[in-house]
């Protein structure tokens, strides 16, 4: 960073040359650009830009570099480990001004858009088409951000993640030079993988600003359903024996008691207070009775109770719905908290075991925790109610975190199944990464030799 | 490399006393491992090392890079790209006793394998559990190599690539240390994505020893047919529905009527000699029924034939045979002939258009070059059938392999689909990815800074 203020005056003056007004140093506005949404400390950048065009993000990233002034991008501020916190000062490129959806190739069910496109703005744009992209992380992320992050959500039993549904990138890198990864086709062995590189990257190797994304056609049919259990063992007993056979079911989400009386109170719903399970299954009419049918035989064996169901779309996004808010309902049980979301995933194997000793855990932390989980991938969250003045209880909170993701390491799985490292779980990924993050190091100290793309995430 | 015999010597008696009797500089050993299946000439290394560990080959790479000795490593010996060729001599590291299958976890559908297991091995050895591995790259392939190379084949439709299978690895460095990448849960967001960026990376970044695959239930029904149809044009159009249509199918090969008349001459079949689709669904008997009648549909609506079926394993597999011998099929159409195999892969919009230009090129360079592919995923191999000591016959051969990889760059796709770049494509993947080879180049620098992890291949 620019040791004098005249320095940081000749930069914003240069960068202003680039993106004329939209540049800012306004408090309300930095402020803004340094949180996300969850209890970490925020921290403000020094200005923020609102480029309009890859040229324009590589022109600031240059002028930056020179000075060695850190950048950090920023999508929709829905990130949930400090990502855009500018932890060592800097420039936040806002991209919600690169919001064009450059094309759509119905034939081949892919898109190209620029990295500040909303994942709803392209559902709502290509509908028409009867195509829709189905990672759904729940927050309104834009598709750039939800590259950067590897973001995931409820639909990736079927649909899998980020990972697996973005065929190429141009990116921004340390030094204002602009590439491009991947291609078109469904698949290659041309070289290293750069895409999955970047994906992931948290901003830190370089910026995303266009992203080519495969597309699915709308399914024939679509039904969903809420099945209420006895015991979370129950529930999470039927999840792992329907992944274990294979049922290609698209969501399954499960709301422990807790969250399910969070979300009766919010949305004034009068769902049994109990484990419960959400599903959804796409497909023709027929393979979707058929899964159906092969998920309630299960449901039964295991004690579950009759399935409301949906089947209309109006009924299904209000029964969703539910599901949707329920960070939001989590939050309204404690008004004036914060929410502390955590983010394990696990071998389905050792899901029932997982959440059977976090709920112990949290009991005797005396903590209120209610648990959300996309339990079809082993991932599941708690939202820790905490009130971050109360230095004791965020100190249970951090503790009931730290035990979750030493099980989950053990158990092979991921201290973070899609919210990412940002700077919340630097020493976790090293607990669970080891050596390997050496490896990660280098790359970062090659692709960005003066470390000013977002530093002080990841590492 | 070192630059005296008598350094050459104190190497080699160091290795052996890692390896003991498994090493060897005997000229048959090294011509043998010098060749892949492909038309590029081979290079024989200086010595083959059999190591039964991965600290056995972390020694191994220490002691070489201590004097800047390349290592290659060594899978089965079946790439196609010239990539186990020691172009600049070295140490080649033969994986093939390290055959361990470590772990199987049913309950979780996923193993952990030496690197030497080959992909017939692994099936073998889980089908008593239900259970397979699905990629089929045609040869038997070792699955570090499949990783290395980021190989698909045929059932890579449904079930997706080595880059979509594998959950973690083992690696060995260039300065021989060993890392872990991954874990067993199936998705995370921690970190940058290593195991991806190892998949594909061809030996040049470091030496993959073990790999942890996902794997799959054995399909309740399986089902085979195949369909002869007017014109190539009708079947890969037929194809192109099938796919935008979203239908789960398994595989569907294309084999044109050139390449069925070799594997009729070969296999002794009658099939007709005409453009012909083999297909495969897989699921439950109900599903299996339902898609088999909506390509049956769309087969009939493209002017297709009576398809052939085959539901019992035998039958299918005798039916499959004939696609899986395809290759030494087209070499047997010219005695004494090699195989030049072209890989490119395209949006499967463009891919009528793709073969139907080459076919053009084909007839108009007077080439003999039977057409195999994975249209499914938009991927086709011509066998062009070369006499290496004819000059004008492989400069025609080249023309007509660069105008194809020229053609798919142009329609968005790629110069490999999955058989890699080796030291055949380094001018292909320029072409195609422009300024991030230079990003490849400098992860390839920082991680193997002598040089010595397969040197010549990628770059």
Redesign the interface.
Known sequence: MPAQSSDLEDLFGRLRTVVDDRFTTSAAVREHHGRDQSYHPAKSPDAVAFPRNTEEVSTIVQLCSDVSMPVIAFGAGTSLEGHVAALHGGVCIDLSEMKEILSV?S????CRVEAGVTRKQLNYEVKDKGLFFPIDPGADASIGGMSA????GTN?VLY??M??NVLGLTVV?SDG?????G????????????T??F???EGT?GIITEVQVRL??I?EAMSSAVCPFKTLDDAVNAV?LII???I?IARVELLDEVMMDAVNRYSDLEHPIRPTLFFEFHG?K??VR?QAESVGEIVKEYGGGDFAWATKAEQRNQLWQARHDAYYAALALRPGCEGWPT?I?????RLAESILETKADIKRYGLLAPIVGHVG???YHLSILVNPDDESEMEAAKSLNDRMIAR??E???????????GYG?IE??RS?????????R??K???DPRNIMNPGK?F
Do not use: F, W
């Not at 030079?177 to 990864?181: A, G, H, L, P, Y």
């Not at 995933?345 to 194997?349: D, F, N, Q, W």
């Open positions: 190739n034939a081949d069910l892919d992050t590897r973001a995931s990736a899998g993640t990972r697996d890198l030079r602009i590439i491009r990864t291609g078109r086709s469904r698949k290659s062995a041309a070289g290293y993988d750069l999955r590189l994906i992931g990257s190797l699915y056609g399914p792992i274990q056979l294979g290609p023709s027929q393979t058929e983010d995933c696990v071998p389905i194997s991938d082993g991932n989950a390491i158990m092979g799985g991921t201290c973070t199944g899609e919210h990412g490292i779980k976790s990924l669970e990464s080891g050596d390997s993050v050496d490896v990660m280098q790359i100290r090659t692709l990841i």
